[in-house]
T-cell receptor, first 113, second 113 residues
Framework: DAKTTQPNSMESNEEEPVHLPCNHS???????IHWYRQLPSQGPEYVIH???SNVNNRMASLAIAEDRKSSTLILHRATLRDAAVYYC??????????????FGAGTRLFVKA | DTAVSQTPKYLVTQMGNDKSIKCEQN?????MYWYKQDSKKFLKIMFS???????INETVPNRFSPKSPDKAHLNLHINSLELGDSAVYFC????????????FGSGTRLTVV
């Protein structure tokens, strides 16, 4: 799986939007961009994924740069329950068997009340 | 009902012992995985099974042996435990081997003393 770069940590106030960046300059044309998050003492949880167009779901939005070398996960209104480590991962869907080396350091999001 | 359940949640054992971790999913998924999260929080795949067939076997010591009696279960047996095996082990499942959305269990924290 291609490499991604994320800030180690970010801080947000409750009820405010949060923009979590991810750089993936070596992304290939067939790589999808995935975001997972891991709450304390839990397993990772799927958040969102996309290829080229921006995506929205009930949890978040994903904004993908036109050249696809970067993306941003947007939490529209951060809550205390959103405090977690957020992972940006690339994967070619034709790759069988699952994400391999994944879930690097990620971005630890702190949410202040 | 928990979608992906692992037992035990905590496991403390002495070096040299043999232990097993069990995983069950009730989602009807075809593919299951074992991941290891080390002290630096990097999550790496160990094994992947699709419909009871082993499809990924990363560079893992042969002291680790997965077993899938049916597609809803994937167990991990570890022989001759070593200090370096201490980690959190996560089981996950996905609809099929190409799926993007994984469901993870809550993890088994293994401590070898």
């Amino acid at each position: 799986d291609a490499k991604t770069t994320q800030p180690n940590s970010m801080e947000s106030n409750e009820e405010e939007p949060v923009h979590l960046p991810c750089n993936h300059s070596t992304i290939s044309g067939t790589d999808y961009i995935h975001w997972y998050r891991q709450l304390p003492s839990q397993g990772p949880e799927y958040v969102i994924h996309g290829l080229t167009s921006n995506v929205n779901n009930r949890m978040a939005s994903l904004a993908i740069a036109e050249d696809r070398k970067s993306s941003t996960l947007i939490l529209h209104r951060a809550t205390l329950r959103d405090a977690a480590v957020y992972y940006c991962i690339l994967r070619d869907p034709s790759t069988t068997g699952g994400f391999k080396t994944i879930f690097g350091a990620g971005t630890r999001l702190f949410v202040k009340a | 009902d928990t979608a992906v359940s692992q037992t035990p949640k905590y496991l403390v054992t002495q070096m040299g012992n043999d232990k097993s971790i069990k995983c069950e999913q009730n989602l009807g998924h075809d593919t299951m995985y074992w991941y290891k999260q080390d002290s630096k929080k990097f999550l790496k795949i160990m094994f992947s099974y699709n419909n009871k067939e082993l499809i990924i076997n990363e560079t893992v010591p042969n002291r680790f042996s997965p077993k899938s009696p049916d597609k809803a279960h994937l167990n991990l047996h570890i022989n001759s435990l070593e200090l370096g095996d201490s980690a959190v082990y996560f089981c996950a499942s996905s609809q099929d081997r190409y799926s993007y959305g994984y469901t993870f269990g809550s993890g088994t924290r293994l401590t070898v003393v």
